[in-house]
């Protein structure tokens, strides 16, 4: 096999991305029944893709005439990189954005034995039959244009990795803000439910007025009243509306409950002073958090959801293992 410039892999790197692209989306696509724009980046690249291609080309140079060792060293080269890269990503982002946790065969749902099979084949197919005539192609290339030419790709790639990095940090922030969120609304709801029976409450219904499905379900038939089909990033901000206004009527509900309850701790019998001041002051730190996360939700911003939701389209079989329910909660918002 021809031994390339720095520039030349550069540009089959980025030439292989976008074959990947091409068949993720076709692939997924027909199985989802709807278009997907398949990826990581905004952009038609898969960097997977090209990563794969590059590093099975470069173990299979020396042993490219034997199609056992193309398939054996394909596999190997294109099944640890598929692993560390899945790894890696999920350490980072808290997110699996491919998961073979219900194949056989496969080691923490980063690989499987299929996949790893696929790849051999995979090597085979690329290095005999996909390869070569792609190789002499690029050798028809102007050696002037070679550079100038991954250069520029090089860049816009950094550019759109950057902006899609961030989206990725931006859906890890969103869903571990969620689950705190829920955790702390459910350990202020619990503590909460005492005042509520001191306020003449009804510990039931109560509940019911804290419960964020029923609060959520009935602000979805209210808004389905007065709204019709709506554009998608109308239809995420209706979402985040109608999430941010469940959660606040919760915390709304808390906060009276517990309003109600320390304004009448005189009234207890065998109140000492000290123990009056201790339990006043508890309660007003209790108050105080409802109040920092009404104020945190009525602030938030819709433009982290829209990058977030947008990846997450392009993954729809990504999860989250601890953030589940706050990454499914999110890809109904993209869906509603």
């Given at each position: 096999m021809h031994v390339y410039t720095t520039g030349q892999w550069v540009l089959l790197f980025f030439?292989?991305?976008?074959?990947?692209?091409?068949?993720?989306?076709?692939?997924?696509?027909?199985?989802?029944?709807?278009?997907?724009?398949?990826?990581?980046?905004?952009?038609?690249?898969?960097?997977?893709?090209?990563?794969?291609?590059?590093?099975?080309?470069?173990?299979?140079?020396?042993?490219?005439?034997?199609?056992?060792?193309?398939?054996?060293?394909?596999?190997?080269?294109?099944?640890?990189?598929?692993?560390?890269?899945g790894d890696v990503m999920e350490r980072i982002f808290k997110v699996r954005y491919w998961d073979y946790s219900n194949q056989k065969f496969n080691l923490n749902g980063h690989i499987c034995l299929t996949s790893s099979i696929a790849w051999g084949f995979f090597s085979i197919l690329l290095v005999r039959f996909i390869h070569p005539p792609i190789a002499r192609l690029l050798a028809r290339v102007p050696s002037l244009c070679v550079d100038p030419l991954a250069f520029a790709l090089t860049a816009a790639f950094t550019v759109d990795a950057v902006r899609s990095v961030q989206a990725a940090l931006d859906l890890r922030d969103i869903l571990t803000k969620a689950v705190e969120e829920n955790e702390e609304l459910r350990r202020l709801a619990k503590r909460a439910e005492v005042c509520a029976a001191f306020a003449g409450d009804d510990l039931r219904r109560f509940r019911e007025r804290t419960e964020l499905g029923k609060l959520e379900f009935r602000q979805r038939v209210e808004e389905s009243l007065t709204e019709h089909r709506l554009a998608r990033a109308e239809r995420v901000e209706s979402s985040l509306r109608r999430?941010?206004?469940?959660?606040?009527?919760?915390?709304?509900?808390?906060?009276?409950?517990?309003?109600?309850?320390?304004?009448?701790?005189?009234?207890?019998?065998?109140?000492?002073?000290?123990?009056?001041?201790?339990?006043?002051?508890e309660l007003e730190d209790v108050i105080h958090r409802v109040r920092i996360r009404e104020a945190a939700l009525q602030n938030r911003s819709a433009a982290p959801y829209h990058r977030s939701i947008r990846l997450l389209q392009a993954h729809p079989s990504a999860s989250a293992g601890a953030l589940g329910e706050a990454l499914e909660t999110l890809k109904k918002m993209g869906k509603d």
């Open positions: 030439f292989y991305c976008f074959c990947g692209w091409v068949w993720e989306c076709c692939y997924v696509s027909l199985c989802q029944r709807h278009w997907v724009n398949r990826g990581f980046l905004h952009g038609p690249l898969l960097p997977i893709y090209g990563s794969g291609a590059i590093i099975i080309l470069l173990a299979t140079i020396s042993v490219a005439n034997d199609l056992r060792l193309v398939w054996l060293f394909g596999m190997l080269a294109a099944t640890a990189l598929e692993y560390v890269t999430l941010t206004g469940a959660k606040l009527e919760a915390l709304s509900a808390i906060s009276n409950a517990l309003e109600i309850y320390k304004n009448h701790l005189e009234e207890f019998p065998d109140m000492t002073p000290d123990a009056l001041e201790e339990r006043r002051a």
